[in-house]
């Protein structure tokens, strides 16, 4: 059981760090989004997921809107380069956007409901 426990740390570790990187990026460069209205929505969300992951509180609720946002985000930004071609950054970035929400969702799904 000590094991898992570590994994778990790990994890959150893992999960946590890069959605409060990306989500600060979002605050330093609002271009990314192309609005700055929604760059500073998905960074603030970002921030505060991962926050809440990091903290263990809320934890289900917190990667259920992480999944969405970044799915809808990923949407948004990459589905007009997309119309071009799949190659390059373009299809890359879809794809890591799509698994990394995909996690985030099977977090949610898999994480027990007393949490909430």
């Known amino acids: 059981m000590p094991a898992q426990r570590h994994f778990f740390t790990l994890g959150q570790l893992l999960f946590a760090l890069p959605a409060i990187a990306f989500g600060l990026l979002y605050f330093v460069y609002p271009g990314i989004a192309g609005i700055a209205a929604i760059a500073y929505g998905?960074?603030?969300v970002l921030i505060l997921a991962?926050?809440?992951?990091?903290?263990?509180?809320?934890?289900?609720?917190a990667v259920t809107l992480l999944g969405i946002v970044v799915l809808l985000s990923g949407l948004a930004v990459?589905?007009?380069q997309l119309?071009?071609?799949?190659g390059g950054m373009a299809g890359r970035a879809c794809l890591r956007d799509a698994g990394v929400a995909g996690g985030a969702l099977l977090i949610a799904g898999a994480w027990p409901h007393k949490d909430d």
Do not use: E
């Open 78 to 80: 990459w589905v007009v």
């Open 83 to 86: 119309m071009g071609s799949w």
């Open 50 to 61: 991962g926050i809440s992951v990091f903290l263990s509180r809320r934890l289900r609720s």
């Open 42 to 44: 998905t960074g603030s």
